[in-house]
């Protein structure tokens, strides 16, 4: 003896388990979107590399501000402030120049915390003085200009699923002595 299964029934078995895979989800994945959304005040940044005299000169870090958002990855989470894993601890950052001329990479700490629909500001070292003190850019102090991409690239991880993220930009530093005022 043959059973026979409406076609009807079927399809809705398939559709219904479907969805139901679908909706699941992993508890260890990243529910947020890290974002840069401003950095230096969109400028680029004007490396210093030498101040004042000859017989006195200073030399200086240069520093931006930059912003971060974090934004849920699916706007039917609720990811309220306080819930679950709504806290992503924005660990580290490194910095890495492309141009004409090789820049050593740049990198740092940060342990800033970003919740999710939020935004944090806090500055970043870019060009610590120690590097301007080194070729290629110690040689700018009798002239020239060194135009370079600065690739920032930000990591840190969700509170509460310790899961890693991370998020890239860019933005152009120019180092060159530039007239004193």
């Not at 809705?12 to 950095?39: H, K, M, N, P, Y």
């Not at 740092?108 to 850019?137: F, I, N, R």
Request: net charge negative; proline share 6%.
């Amino acid at each position: 003896m043959r059973i026979r299964v409406p076609l009807a029934l079927v399809v809705f078995t398939v559709v219904l388990l479907g969805g139901i895979v679908a909706g699941c989800s992993d508890d260890a994945a990243v529910r947020s979107v890290l974002q840069v959304t401003e950095i230096n005040g969109n400028q680029p940044l004007s490396s210093d590399v030498a101040e004042g005299p000859d017989s006195s000169i200073t030399i200086r870090e240069d520093a931006i501000v930059i912003t971060v958002s974090n934004t849920p990855h699916d706007a039917v989470l609720n990811l309220a402030s306080g819930k679950p894993f709504s806290v992503i601890t924005l660990e580290s950052y490194e910095i890495r120049f492309e141009g004409d001329e090789s820049i050593p990479p740049v990198s740092g700490a940060l342990g800033w915390t970003v919740e999710s629909g939020k935004t944090v500001e806090g500055s970043l070292v870019v060009v610590p003085a120690s590097l301007k003190v080194q070729a290629p850019l110690i040689s700018l102090r009798r002239g020239g200009e060194i135009q370079t991409t600065a690739w920032l690239t930000i990591t840190g991880r969700e509170a509460t699923s310790g899961s890693k993220v991370k998020v890239e930009a860019s933005f152009p530093v120019n180092f060159a002595n530039w007239a004193d005022q």
